[in-house]
């Protein structure tokens, strides 16, 4: 289903051509496209710069497929929709960066599901980002597997899967649907928090900038088709930023003007960005019940900047063309996935001190670092997507016969991010989070067990390592110059 932004925003009005200035009313304005660049897979807006822009923000985006139906049909991935198919996002004012964020896809997912159930999202993100995530047991063996509510066909005897007319991308405009991303799931979180004055900007632009993956295998899948890498694209040509501004009135904004003329007017926020790294596995041990340890130490550098939280998210890389996402074999995941490395151990160095006092070992301890990066809230998944060790290997669901077990391997350990919470308890945005004097080590060890080939893939292979920190930092808006510090 396309968003309809009349239903969403149960508009009674065309504020776009006939804007209403009064002082409280939500205005929503949809702006086209300033700049756009297929060869960059690049597009840019300007933001009206009307009162305070809300959260409600978001940038509709469209698919069109070279794939024909007699081959297979595409859809969005099922863990995030359509917000895996952005590979950078920026925010610029004044020719300053505000924000700027690599794959923001994958660090928004553990966040969803923490919020939300998975039928609370299918309920509710799925109308606009075409999500739709959900695994059952089945009652006639107890294997866990994909469920039958989601867009997906299966055949009574478990043979073969297609997927509903639904959410079916076309190779024309008038046959795909439009989905639309909210700009707090790109990069802008702290919309969720505070509107941004963006009156203040007066005759100074607010550029938005979006990139977005050449390779469509990142964030779509298909049930029958082999994808290849340019299968399907982003149609350039149909994106739009749609903003929510809520008015003020004249003589409010124009004492805040005149105020920041001799004193800038301060928005603290907690900015994210990515820290790119990469690790390698060994290969699988030989005896049974054994495992071939591997230690790293990354070194993160974050020059004295507060840090709240920290997000590890290992995840595939286009040279692994042998296996899924890459081998365009992924049935619902496509890349939008943070690989478990098997049994893992986690230490942290933070200001030339051991941040734990002693390693962490426990699978459940782990599950609940990332509920504290979540802010106390526990990511609802289910165990087969959150672990790939040992004992999993064993599972019912991956050795019973009768199952096309392809649904649930494919999403197996896709779901494994570590999070680490810095905040100490302290309110606000600065004097919250832990300043990093020195380089902050994060001390990981991967294994790869006896027996364990793939899904996910763990042996000799490389797998790209993105840390996502959240840091405080600084707007300042005065009436000549604008500052952005951390």
Partial sequence: MSLDLNNYFKLGLDSTNDAVNEPGIMNTIRTPTDTSSSTLNRITFKVPKIGMLTEDSHINVQFLSSVMHAQGRTTPNFVNGALGCVKRFRILMDNRVLCDLEVPSKFTTPNLYARKSMTQLNDYHYHYLGNQFKTDVRVDNGCEELSRDVRYMIRTNNTSQYLYNYNIIGATQATSDVYGIPLRMLGAKFLETSSLPVFLMNDRE??????????????????????????????LARCELVSTHIMLDDATENRERAASVTKAVQFPFVDTYMIRASHTGLGAAAGVGQRNNQNTIYRLHLNNRELHSLLMVPTNTPSNSTFAPFNGQSRTVANQRSDCLGDTVLQLKSNGQNYFDRPITNNAVMFQLLTYYNQGLAMKVPYQAWNCNDQSLLDISSTTSGTNVARMLDYRGAWRYLGVDFRNGNSGVYGAGTPQKSALEVDFTASCPNGHANNPTLANTTKDVFFYVNVSKLLSLGGKNISISF
């Fill in 206 to 235: 607010i550029i938005v900038e979006v990139t977005f993956h050449s390779d469509c295998r990142e964030y779509v899948v298909s049930d029958t088709a082999t994808l290849a890498a340019g299968d399907v694209t982003v149609n």
